[in-house]
């Protein structure tokens, strides 16, 4: 196999953490890790973390509703 048959796949950028990963859910357009999916599902809403991913999550961007 030579270099140009290979694909190199990569991942998709996650909204939360900012990283580039290969695995988690997509939110309408937006995608979030596996980690921060796991880590925003266990932050108790007391935690100073919960409002830090408000925010994130409010970067998600919802497609438009057409009737």
Do not use: A, W
Not at 12 to 24: H, N
Not at 28 to 37: A, K, R
């Amino acid at each position: 196999m030579n270099s140009n048959s290979l694909q190199r796949f990569k991942g998709e950028t996650c909204i939360i953490c900012d990283l580039e990963k290969m695995t988690g859910i997509h939110l309408y357009t937006s995608f979030i890790c596996v980690d921060c999916e796991k880590e925003m599902t266990s932050t108790q809403t007391s935690d100073p973390k919960y409002q830090y991913y408000l925010e994130k999550l409010r970067r998600v961007k919802n497609p438009p509703l057409y009737s």
